[in-house]
């Protein structure tokens, strides 16, 4: 029998689990729950993700002396019920010592805090704040559990080149263990292989990259943890968007700790990812938010139609209203749209017409217009009417109200203030319109990964086949003030992902003038973005979180 000092196998339990901002006893009883499992199979340490007592990120709630003291208390808790002789804890929560707040992991082990590490790189950037909230630690060294040296890099630390992984690694460390927060954008896990890469060449160590599940407010946290060894070989990849937990068996041999062949989960990609993504990110915003239905106005077009379909696959047909609120210049087509998609979906569909209430404001301003044209003042009144009618739905019935506009109407104002854009929550806010349609044909041939719709199509084929159009005037469409989406789109992703200049744009083939009025449109529209909806962040760059522009700015690249 190997020294106990020395042990040749280790069991790490890796948890995934989605906490919620603020809720520390509920986060508590997770964390419990996770070591239950661990323990039934046989499991030395549980390993969980950044700041997971608090939720991550709690933003100001740091601030708040009462609320790190229940997270101390709570690891203090874990702690305690470590000393029944089960496996050992790495747990994330925020932390007041004597210089101020951290952002700190405590590693628990038999009744007792082993160690507690401090995050020293603090991002700043997009959507971090953590510089405003919290200091940083110190250098940190090894914890020693149980006779194994661990390295606890904490999230950004192994994304930047400060040299922490290394440093354990000169002072000792034999396996890195990285509790993370690392929230999803398209792409975002081959970025997250390549870090850990370049982090197992530089220390020569293994590196688990454990990461939250979940959604927090626009923020998506995607799972997806994995484990690479010395080697760079895959140890295990746990899965995407759901919460899991995998027992992990690590042998020491001459070369150091490996991590045996685990579980190697498929990974969702393209428009299954997004899609998934919104969907999780719709689902907790509602649920943690404690609304027990929603309501959405189902047009006929396609941004309402697949904002329909994510609302059944994230809560289930019957927590889903839907409602027509046609006016004069609704089509045949649309109402039939409507109809059949909210048949497909098998969720609630009413028809409120709007003429009533909208001639009733005409009437009412009837004297102050009188001698002015009828323009965009009377089609806005459409769009204020209906937004009017689905709060009071809202209102009445406790749900709430889903916001449909896409990232390309949100980029240039091609949205209603108090309006269409009345509502809590937009899941497809970060999307393109052409990422929309994209999105609307892939979940017309599958149902996605605990999704609780149909099979088969939900979105209706005219939907996706016909022009878009707002329907405020005879015979409109997007196209008579808009450029043709594929060209908008990439324009768009072109000023805001991209940050290029007009000249660099005009160099990929696009209308110099075309270019110069979609900058205008996406500066003049600030305003309105200030006052929308929260929305799943999708794109490495989304509004409010990752892109900060003034909304005073006479700024243009002429």
Known sequence: MSDISRPETLRIAVAQFNPTVGDVAGNLAKARDARAQAAAQGADLVLLTELFLSGYPPEDLVLKPAFLRACQAAVDQLAADTADGGPGMMIGFPRQSEKGRHNSVAVIDGGKILGLRDKIDLPNYGEFDEKRVF????MPGPVNFRGVRIGVPICEEIWNDLGVCETLAESGAEILLVPNGSPYYRGKLDVRYQVAVRQVM?????LVFANQVGGQDELVFDGASFCLNADKSLGFQMPQ?????????WQRGKDGWRCEAGVVADIPQGEEADYRACM??????????????????????????????MAVDALGRERVRTIMLPYHYTSEE???DAEDCAKALG?????????????GFLSSLADMFEGTESGITEENLQSRTR?????????????????TGNKSEMSVGYATL????????NPIKDLYKMQVYALSAWRNTQVPVGGLGPEGEVIPANIISKAPSAELRPNQTDQDSLPPYPVLDDILECLIEKEMSVDDIVARGHDVATVHRVEHLLYLAEYKRRQSAPGVKITKKNFGRDRRYPITNRFRDR
């Open 334 to 336: 649309s109402f039939k």
């Open 347 to 359: 969720c609630h569909y009413d028809i409120v017409p709007i003429s009533e209430p909208v001639e």
């Open 202 to 206: 530089e220390s020569g160590l293994p």
């Open 387 to 403: 937004g009017t009618i689905l709060m009071a739905v809202s209102n009445k019935f406790g749900s709430m109200v889903v916001t």
């Open 280 to 309: 999780l990110g719709f689902r907790d915003y509602v649920n943690k938010n404690g609304f027990k239905s929603v309501v959405l106005g189902l047009s006929g077009g396609i941004d309402s139609a697949i904002c329909a379909a």
């Open 241 to 249: 968007f759901e919460e899991a937990l995998t027992l992990t068996t």
């Open 135 to 138: 200091i940083e630690g110190e």
């Open 418 to 425: 108090y309006g269409d854009m009345n509502g809590g929550f």
